[in-house]
């Protein structure tokens, strides 16, 4: 007999690490054997005070315990970020489809992403890089508003640049003083001559509007939208596609996607918003 | 399928009682709803010859529902079996547009099983349909051949008992001494009620004859202003989507208790302005033209893509409740016209949007 579909289970937070001055990484270990897939997505339960919808941003290689980066958004979230060391929540999950990594064997894979979109690309990130023998490269486009909004700083510009295959180029919205590098919104450092744009497989992950235009800028190159794999964020309560909030026509994003590729969803009304 | 008769339905019903925990319509102004079967003999029991007011799905997906706890685990009871009287073909098709969502096997949702399973169903026919009703645009003819363990129709100096399942046979031979033969006329009698009902319901609707599926109508109207047109009507009070046997969003909420916590599904409405919002602030359907845009669209496209049916029965039960006055027959009417004299292509054939 299936169990209670709404039924989370016990998960304890052994870490917390600050990331940015509105997102924090916790660690959790859930209670029994918890596995899932890259681009799948969880509901962390704050027991008495609400439920919201997180991707994983560790891998799904370890199994031990778990990393999931929150931005501060919310009501549940503002709890979130209240909660200390040692402290007990709900999880339910995993839901969903996450990245068809057999998809891209062999294949450039070539990784657009802003903001806190970083989270969910960090596992996609971490699965490839543990076989990135498998995949022709790993092309990674990334930004933010401003320099102190990275994400992850101690690998993105250190160990993750050193990877042989790996490629990453970093932009901000707003320079400061520091910073050397490119500055304009992350469709200013997308080029055609990233990778083969007949064969790579892109994957977009970050706030909407950055989709959007990233999503077109890809067409712009040349890309067919089934080969453009889009972490698509709606509202979602129920994690099973019952309860109607994150419909994208025909699809609920949380049982059909949240990974979509452009072609599935680009016929139905206001994907952007 | 066997056909009994019985000209007290009273003794009927108190027997059911003593076995299930029954409920049965009751006339409370213009419409039924539904009650506790009270056997003592002092309310009298309306047959209903038009479905009630209320829509079935109260009895397996309750407005507001426990559906976890913490710490520990909460699997749903093991409930007593319930009866439910009076049940018509509209509601009847409705279960089976709920069962898709909530039958699913890998995901089945045991809150709502827990219920179907226990329930026993006593539909009726219908022979008075409502002015609202406009079931036969959905295969509604006012009688079910299935999904029902008994069917009672009301005949002259009595009932005619059907049985629909192997649970409503066993039910009629354990209770043999109170049925009789159905003398053949009046099967024949009940043939001409059901077929009265059925050209009722073609002559009421007559002007819904469309020359398209209304999936196609709705889905290659997706440009029309009538949405706006009719939302301005709209007062937001979200009764269409609380009354419609078929409509079953719900959302999830947390609560605390004195040592424990819960987990609450509760219904909601896709008619309601945060309803598809998200804690970033996006918002995909901000004006209430495109919420019942949406509306439409998941009732006759994107149900219809996913399982195969409209999610919709024709019950009129959303045109008896809107306060602001949108009735869907004339918004399906009018989106037809717009269809016709602007000859939109279908949405597959137009070029992707951006945005």
New interface residues.
């Given amino acids: ?10 998960c304890e937070i052994v870490d917390i690490i600050d990331e940015s001055a509105t997102i924090k990484s916790f660690v959790v270990v859930p209670e029994g054997d918890f596995k899932f897939e890259t681009g799948q997505f969880v509901e962390l ?8 919808p997180f991707t994983p941003s560790s891998s799904p290689a370890v199994t031990d315990k778990m990393e999931i980066t929150i931005m501060k ?5 503002n709890l979130l970020h209240q909660c200390t060391k040692g402290q007990k929540v ?1 999880i339910r999950g995993p839901f969903g489809n996450g990245y068809p990594i057999e998809d891209f064997v062999g294949k450039e894979v070539y990784i657009v992403g802003g903001g806190v979109g970083l989270a969910p690309i960090r596992s996609l990130f971490l699965t490839l890089v543990d076989r990135i023998g498998d995949f022709k490269s790993v092309v990674c486009r990334y930004g933010v508003r401003r320099p102190e909004d990275f994400i992850y700083k101690k690998a993105l510009f250190g160990q993750w640049q050193r990877i042989d295959g790996v490629d990453i180029k970093l932009t901000v919205d707003e320079a400061d003083g520091e910073w050397k590098d490119n500055v304009g919104v992350v469709t200013t450092i997308l080029s055609k001559d990233d990778v083969d744009v007949n064969s790579a497989a892109a994957v977009v992950c970050g ?2 509007v950055m989709m ?1 235009y990233a ?2 800028k890809l067409l712009e190159f040349g890309f067919s ?1 089934e080969r453009i794999y889009l972490s698509m ?3 979602m ?2 994690g ?8 994208i ?2 699809y609920y994003v949380c ?1 059909d996607g949240p990974v979509f590729t452009y072609e599935q969803i ?2 139905y ?5 | 399928m066997e056909t009994v008769f019985i000209s007290n339905l009273k003794a009927f019903l108190d027997i059911a009682a003593e076995e299930m925990e029954l409920y049965v319509p009751e006339r409370s102004g213009e419409r039924f709803i539904y009650n506790r079967y009270d056997s003592s003999g002092r309310k009298q029991v309306d047959f209903n010859n038009i479905r009630a007011g209320t829509s079935v799905k109260e009895f397996l997906f309750p407005v507001r529902e426990l559906a976890s706890v913490t710490p520990g685990r909460f699997e749903p009871d093991e409930l007593r079996p319930f009866a439910v009287f009076g049940l018509q073909q509209c509601d009847i098709r409705s279960m089976s547009i709920l069962d898709k969502v909530f039958i699913e096997e890998e995901f089945e949702d045991r809150l709502y099983t827990a219920r179907r399973k226990k329930m026993f169903i006593i539909s009726t026919d219908c022979t008075e349909p409502g002015e609202s009703c406009f079931c036969n645009l959905f295969d509604g003819r006012g009688f079910v051949e299935s999904g029902f363990d008994l069917n009672v129709s009301e005949i002259k100096d009595g009932f005619i008992i059907e049985t629909g399942s192997s649970k409503g046979k066993d039910f009629v031979d354990r209770h043999s001494e109170l049925f009789g033969e159905v003398p053949a006329v009046l099967l024949s009698l009940r043939d001409k009620n059901r077929a009265g009902t059925q050209k009722q319901l073609e002559q009421q609707n007559a002007e819904l004859r469309f020359d398209r599926t209304i999936r196609e109508i709705v889905e290659s109207s997706q440009e029309a202003e009538v949405y706006d047109e009719e939302a301005e009507k709209c007062i937001e009070c979200q009764a269409c989507t609380r009354v419609c046997p078929t409509c079953h969003c719900f959302y999830l909420y947390d609560e605390k208790r004195k040592d424990y916590f819960t987990k609450m599904k509760m219904w909601d409405s896709c008619m309601r302005y945060g309803y598809a919002a998200v804690a970033g602030g996006a918002n995909p359907r901000k004006t209430l033209g495109d919420r019942l845009k949406h509306r439409l669209l998941h009732k006759f496209v994107y149900f219809m893509d996913r399982y195969g049916i409209e999610m919709c029965v024709g019950c009129g039960r959303c045109v008896d409740a809107d306060a602001g006055g949108i009735d869907l027959r004339q918004v399906l009417k009018e989106l037809s016209e717009k269809a016709k004299s602007q000859a939109y292509p279908l949405q597959g054939d137009k070029p992707a949007k951006g945005g």
């Fill in positions: 007999m299936n169990r209670n579909l709404y039924q989370p289970f016990g339960t704050l027991p008495g005070e609400g439920e919201a958004a919310g009501s549940v979230t709900g706030p909407p959007k999503t077109l939208p964020e709606k509202n309560s129920c099973v596609g019952k309860c109607g909030h994150c419909m026509g025909k049982k680009k016929g009304p206001k994907i952007w918003d």
